[in-house]
């Protein structure tokens, strides 16, 4: 276990400072992304959303409906309600690393769907993808939206989706949501959404390591930078420093001159080819891809 603490110290002494976004989340982080996501400019949840919807029905043709849906950080259970409702598989089994977003979700929803038999597991996914949990031969549907993928770097990104293929088992399918490279205004804007609820998203990080290791920022002195990198073809997140100031942790003293910036998001973004190809690489045989009308997110469905 990696101690938060040396973890921080470490990263916001680098060069260039960094913070894992992991730290985005605590409760009012995950508040303020459900903000996000129903922002105007933030066009990718509801983008996918509609897309499953609209495909649930070919979807379903490919994969029968004696299957068990595995969703890796499933949080409160959103998207698979439109699965679920469509399609009454036989098994929903819920990765979430909050217990009490999984209890709370599970409890929600299991009284809605009798037919389907529940199996939450608490666990960080990105530590362990792989359960011994017995799906009695079903086939296993391994569920992955939101363009998350997103936020693996490219070196990253290809283990994650071995490890995404060793869960879904030798049987399996692979549905995972890829956000689309476009016009880096429609880009931009999503990341600076009107309400500030992306740059309070953003700042939450300094809240929650102040209560959580007492690092004592100010996050009044700091500013939401992000914008779109088109050659890295990712949005960047910073945190940008507007004075001098100095914080703790693990007893280190850690000097942030007026004008450092914490990098502390990518979002990188695809194209419906080039994210074909990843899943081949990490051994898919992509089955197929569904975009919207106006070419901002995809949904891929491949076959182990
Ligand atoms: C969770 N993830 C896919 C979001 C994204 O778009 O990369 C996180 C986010 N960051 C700022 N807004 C949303």
């Keep these: ?14 060069p260039r400072p960094t913070l894992d976004p992991k730290y985005f989340y605590d409760q009012r982080g995950s508040a303020l992304f459900d903000a996000i996501t129903r922002t105007p400019e933030y066009y990718p949840t509801r ?20 299957l068990v849906i595995a969703e890796p950080g499933a949080g409160g259970c959103e998207k698979v309600r439109i699965l679920l409702d469509r399609w ?24 809605r769907y009798p037919a389907v038999h529940f199996s939450a597991v608490c666990a960080d996914y990105s530590q362990a993808l792989s359960f011994p949990v ?20 490219p070196a990253a990104r290809g283990d994650f989706l071995l ?20 016009d880096p205004a429609r880009l931009n804007a999503a990341y600076n959404d009107a309400a500030g609820h992306t740059a309070a998203f953003n700042l939450n990080a300094l809240h929650h390591l102040n209560q959580r290791l007492g ?18 073809h990712r949005i960047e997140m910073h945190l940008e420093c507007r004075r001098d100031q100095a914080i703790t942790v693990a007893d280190q003293r850690i000097e942030l001159p007026e004008g450092t ?4 998001e990518n979002s990188y973004k695809f194209t419906v080819e080039g994210f074909s190809r990843e899943l081949v690489e990490a051994g898919f045989s992509p089955v197929a891809s569904w975009v919207d009308d106006e070419g901002l997110f995809s949904v891929h469905l491949a076959r182990v």
Excluded: W
């Excluded at 276990?1 to 002494?13: G, H, K």
């Excluded at 959303?49 to 409906?65: K, N």
């Design 261 to 264: 910036r914490i990098h502390t």
């Design 163 to 182: 490890g995404l293929r060793g869960l879904a088992g030798g049987q399996g399918y692979l549905l995972i949501g890829a956000d689309l490279q476009k």
């Design 88 to 111: 009454r598989p036989s098994g929903y089994m819920p990765l979430e690393i909050s217990r009490e977003c999984l209890l709370g979700a599970t409890r929600e929803l299991a009284p």
């Design 215 to 232: 690092c004592g920022f100010d996050p009044d002195a700091f500013a939401h930078r992000a914008f779109y990198n088109e050659t890295l």
């Design 47 to 66: 983008t996918e959303a509609s897309l499953l919807a609209d495909h649930a029905d070919a979807m379903a043709a490919e994969l029968g409906s004696d």
């Design 134 to 153: 017995d799906d009695g031969g079903r086939r296993r549907l391994v569920f992955f939206p939101g363009s998350t993928i997103g936020n693996f770097e």
């Design 1 to 14: 276990m990696i101690d938060a603490a040396r973890e921080v110290a470490t990263s916001l002494s680098a």
